[in-house]
């Protein structure tokens, strides 16, 4: 079965403090691995696509990279509006969907 | 550019009521989906479409229609609403399903059946 998993569930950092938030996954023929950024209350904010091994891409403050089971999103120096869900999604081949994980709740304390 | 309009923003219904949330996007998006997104579980596909005129199950479809007319409308319809319905509702549309494009999302319906 195609599965999403992401971790850590919860992460607080201090403003300036570095680090990363994996999503791993098993699925068969990934067609497309997705970042998305989620606020209280609103919809996920598409962020990255990665589409392969060895692949990074960069936004700011956030870069996303790929291996063959996991992706990490790293975060350099967060600043507080940063603060948000992070989610992650696989695309599968023959699959109308994305298939997500749980996310990771992400908060940057000033 | 609107992108994903979804209404209402909020509802409640009492148990065994009917009603109609509203997707609609103007960005001429081939594919439309609705996902559930509920504490713990994740986002969850209820149904999709990959153009007007089709439409498909995914995951949770059982209590809730959709049909697809335009391009650019996908209404949700629950039949006889249940307390298990009771969840956040985001509509998701694509330029095509047939390839790693990145979905664009609505702002959510939040629903309570009590």
Same mark, same amino acid.
């Given at each position: 079965?195609?599965?999403?998993?992401?971790s850590p569930e919860a992460l607080r950092l201090q403003e300036g403090e570095s680090s990363s938030l994996n999503c791993s996954y098993t699925v068969s023929g990934l067609r497309g691995l997705f970042w998305y950024r989620q606020d209280p209350g609103k919809g996920p904010e598409f962020l990255f696509t990665l589409?392969?091994?060895?692949?990074?891409?960069?936004?700011?403050? %956030?870069?996303?990279? %790929?291996?063959?089971?996991?992706?990490? %999103?790293?975060?350099?120096?967060?600043?507080?509006?940063?603060?948000a869900t992070y989610l992650c999604a696989v695309k599968v081949p023959g699959a109308q969907k994305l298939v997500f994980g749980q996310g990771t709740r992400l908060t940057i304390n000033p | 550019n609107a992108g994903v309009t979804q209404?209402? #923003? *909020?509802?409640?219904? #009492?148990?065994?009521?009917? +009603?109609?949330?509203?997707?609609a996007q103007d960005m !001429?998006?081939?594919? +439309?989906?609705?996902?559930?997104?509920?504490?713990? +579980? $994740?986002?969850r596909l209820i149904h999709y479409s990959v153009g007007a005129g089709i439409t498909d199950q995914g995951e949770v479809p !059982?209590?809730? !229609?959709? /049909?697809? /007319?335009t391009t650019e409308d996908f209404p949700l319809r629950l039949l006889s609403a249940a307390p298990s319905q009771t969840s956040v509702y985001f509509c998701a549309s694509s330029?095509? !399903?047939?390839?790693?494009? $990145?979905?664009? *999302?609505g702002s959510g319906t939040r629903l309570t059946v009590v």
């Open positions: 079965e195609d599965q999403v998993t992401q589409y392969s091994a060895g692949e990074e891409k960069e936004k700011e403050r %956030l870069k996303a990279t %790929l291996t063959k089971k996991e992706s990490f %999103l790293h975060i350099t120096a967060p600043k507080p509006e940063d603060s | 209404t209402p #923003k *909020f509802q409640v219904l #009492k148990t065994g009521q009917s +009603m109609t949330l509203q997707c !001429n998006h081939e594919y +439309m989906s609705w996902y559930r997104q509920d504490p713990g +579980m $994740g986002l !059982n209590g809730y !229609n959709v /049909s697809r /007319s330029y095509s !399903n047939r390839g790693a494009y $990145g979905y664009t *999302f």
